[in-house]
């Protein structure tokens, strides 16, 4: 795929000249600028330094008041014992020494805490907050934007006086002029810095640690720095172990994936599956013909939490706080199902969440063992505090300054520490300051393409090794944990193959989506044992009336072909025991135990397979047929048709009238027993359904029928249904169905000759 063919949005000539960053960086603010604001960093990096040192020593001089050689000191010399717990004290007391830095140890913590809570000076964060202040104003060199806004001006001069209340209204201010996408956006190259200088400034005790991790680069944020929760309490909810599952992408997807790879390739494959919740794996034929691999990370899927996927805002959460989660664990099995060789060389390239779940995959130590990690390409992610396991893997961070995401482990463009001297950086700026835009892979593929050419090259360069033919490609749908086989566990049962004229069918039938409307009718008792004659069944009866039912079944998604099935049955008594009397008992039995079943006259399908299993598993009669059937609260309409002919064979319309729904969706299955026969031997088989399932004991439907030249016409003429209306009627929307093969009902089916039941 040529980068004129790829969906990377193209920038105009006045937007590629807005773009500075590490590559430009004289395009915005001048060669005098960028070297003021270079002075400015470099003061602040020696401050911060310097602030961490006061701090260390209060740490020390604390601990030394607790050291048990002093306690001893005091019983031998009480008087030179005093005078060093004194001389301790006042150094992490005195104003005009460290001020109030008692810090480390229980002790020493809570002794911070009262501090903070009485806003005591102390040495170190006002020696920070000069740095911190120091690194706002060389940023603001570098975006004069930040300046020139009056509103934006406001709040940093609220902040830097240390006015709770005047930083909050203008923090307000700037919200309702601009709203909150804007707002993030206008601030979010000094976003760490505001919050390590406010968390410092104010008299919150639990968020101080945070700011501290903030302003020295020590390591990633382990609390909210406005609150001081705990991140981790937070991230530790996403407790999932990670899987993947392959799927295939939509036909408009597969289209549009390369062929070839390459960087800007791999940002165009990233575009198409979108922040989906799913991740590509793909091999590539490089240069010198040896086969590797790339595993593309989209960013957060939209939608908030989500509970089976990892790339949710829980995931991309834990993805930038905890060293693994569920979508580098489910990365990781992404790589295993797709069969990744061992010690096959491996890129990994993420956006955002992606970034961070890469990261986290790169750090971990069985990954590397198994495979050669040799780049990992983070864009948009904030992943300052991670780092591979191997030393030899080669990252490289593409961020921009107004994108808000990367700083969300308090490091941003007013960061003034090389982190990572060995890490390939891009940071750079463009004229799309507005959030999420500037977040977007969009944007980022856009700038790498059109704007950052020494950036593109140098990461063109970096994964030659990659570029080449792709030569295969799986797509995997990513989740917190390894997903339930389908049905589950309804239909989670063991299966083998039968034979039909239609070839194989998998035994029992499993239907995982279906529409269910069954209607019972009382017909002649009589006219039900004629049609019954020469069989081995009996008409269960009831003051001359026989009961059939007619059962209108729409299989959505099922193991035989999406199909729609009408069958007509007569309620019939066990061959094996055909007792006019105990009825009523005997459908209080569980199933396994019960006589009475339904026996089908006929069926009407919709496809070959269908008859074929109807006829040849089961022995009904069945005839293939159209059918339609529309099932809402209000209306039932039901209409079957020989192929090719318009006039209907049955017709079942009307509304179903008042209805009796359980107060819960049924959890247990209900159970049909049906019965068969081939010549004089009878089966029987079970027909499993689960779903909510609404009883109308009252409905108002009419059935017709069609000429009875056709046998199911002939069969409802022979009942006399035509023109009758059913005294029940049950609607099931979404069900599951377990049909079961049939067994014969003869002695020599079982080890032992079949007895009566008494």
């Keep these: 795929m040529t980068p004129e063919n ?14 500075s960053g590490e590559s430009d960086s004289g395009a915005r603010c001048g060669g005098a600028g960028e070297e003021a604001s270079g002075r400015l960093m470099a003061a602040a990096r020696e401050l911060a330094e310097i602030a961490h040192a006061l701090r260390e020593a209060s740490v020390h001089a604390t601990a030394a008041l607790h050291e048990p050689a002093l306690a001893a000191s005091l019983r031998r010399s009480p008087g030179t014992g005093l005078r060093a717990q004194r001389a301790l004290l006042r150094a992490v007391t005195d104003r005009r020494g460290l001020g109030w830095a008692v810090s480390g140890g229980r002790a020493g913590t809570l002794g911070a805490k009262l501090g903070g809570l009485v806003h005591a000076g102390n040495l170190p964060i006002r020696v920070m907050t000069t740095s911190l202040r120091l690194r706002i104003a ?27 209340l005047a930083a909050g209204r203008a923090l307000h201010a700037l919200i309702r002029d601009r709203g909150a996408a804007r707002a993030l956006s206008g601030i979010a190259p000094i976003f760490g810095e505001l919050l390590a200088l406010r968390a410092l400034l104010d008299k919150n005790p639990l968020n101080d640690n945070t700011a501290w991790l903030i302003a020295t680069g020590l390591g990633a944020a382990t609390a909210d720095p406005l609150t001081g929760m705990s991140n981790r309490v937070v991230a530790r909810l996403d407790r999932g172990a990670g899987a993947a599952v392959p799927v295939e992408p939509a036909p ?19 575009l198409v599956i979108r922040p989906t919740g799913r991740a590509l794996v793909q091999t590539v034929r490089g240069p010198d ?17 989500d509970t089976d996927s990892p790339a949710d805002l829980l995931g991309a959460f834990s993805s930038t706080v905890l060293d693994s989660g569920p979508y580098s664990r489910s990365l990781a099995a992404a790589v295993a199902d797709y069969g990744v060789p061992e010690g096959a060389e491996v890129a990994l390239i993420g956006h955002s969440a992606g970034g961070s779940a890469i990261m986290s995959l ?58 990572h001297p060995d890490w390939y950086i891009v940071d750079y700026t463009d004229s799309t300051h507005l959030f999420p835009a500037c977040h977007g892979l969009e944007q980022y593929a856009a700038n790498l393409r059109d704007d950052l050419p020494e950036a593109r090259a140098h990461l063109e360069a970096q994964l030659t090794a990659y570029t080449g033919p792709i030569v295969r490609r799986r797509l995997y749908r990513l989740y917190d944990h390894a997903p339930h086989p389908a049905g589950f566990p309804f239909l989670t049962v063991p299966t083998h193959s ?46 001359s009336r026989a009961i059939a039912v007619l059962h209108f079944t729409t299989h959505h998604r099922s193991t035989l072909d999406p199909h729609h ?31 009475a079943g339904l026996h089908p006259l006929a069926a009407a399908v919709t496809t070959p397979q269908a008859r074929a299993a109807a006829a040849d598993l089961w022995s009904h009669p069945a005839h293939l047929t159209e059918t339609t059937l529309t099932l809402t609260p209000t209306a039932v309409e039901a209409a079957i048709t020989a192929p090719g002919e318009t006039t209907p064979l049955l017709v079942l319309t009307g509304t179903p009238g008042p209805r009796l729904r359980p107060p819960a969706p049924r959890r247990s299955a209900a159970t049909r027993v049906l019965y068969s026969r081939t010549g004089n031997t009878p089966y029987r088989s079970t027909l499993q359904s689960t779903g909510p399932t609404t009883t109308h004991p009252v409905p108002r439907l ?40 049939p067994a014969p009902l003869t002695s020599s089916s079982v080890d032992h000759p079949l007895t009566p039941e008494p």
């Design 6 to 19: 790829t969906p990377i949005p193209a920038r105009t000539p006045e937007e590629r000249d807005q773009v």
């Design 138 to 164: 060389a940023v603001v060199l570098h975006h004069p934007e930040l300046a020139e806004d009056p509103l934006l001006r406001r709040l940093l001069e609220a902040v830097s006086a240390d006015g709770d």
């Design 252 to 270: 408009h997807e597969a289209g549009r994936l390369s062929t070839r790879g390459s960087f800007l390739d791999y940002l165009c494959d990233l």
């Design 289 to 305: 013909g040896v086969e590797r691999h790339v595993v593309l990370a989209p960013g957060m899927r939209t939608g908030g939490f």
């Design 362 to 419: 790169a750090q971990d130590p069985e990954f590397n063992a198994r495979h050669v990690l040799t780049d990992a390409i983070a864009i948009g992610s904030p992943i300052d505090f991670k780092q591979p396991a191997s030393p030899a893997t080669r990252v490289s961070s593409i961020t921009n300054h107004h994108d808000i995401i990367p700083t969300l482990d308090g490091q941003g463009a007013g960061n003034c520490f090389a982190l």
């Design 498 to 543: 039968r034979h039909t004229s239609e070839g194989p069918v998998t035994v029992p039938v499993r239907t995982f989506d279906a529409t269910v409307f069954t209607a019972w009718f009382t017909v002649p008792a009589e006219k039900a044992a004629a049609l019954l004659t020469g069989t081995p069944f009996t008409p269960v009866t009831a003051a």
């Design 565 to 595: 099935e009408t069958t007509l049955s007569l309620l019939v008594h066990s061959p094996l025991h055909p007792r006019p009397t105990g009825l009523l008992r005997d459908l209080l039995r569980a199933p396994a135990l019960r006589h």
């Design 702 to 741: 009419l059935l017709t029928a069609g000429a009875p030249e056709h046998p199911l016409p002939a069969l409802l003429h022979a009942l006399s249904l035509p023109r009758t209306r059913p005294f029940l009627c049950q609607t099931t929307p979404s069900a599951r169905l377990l049909h079961h093969p």
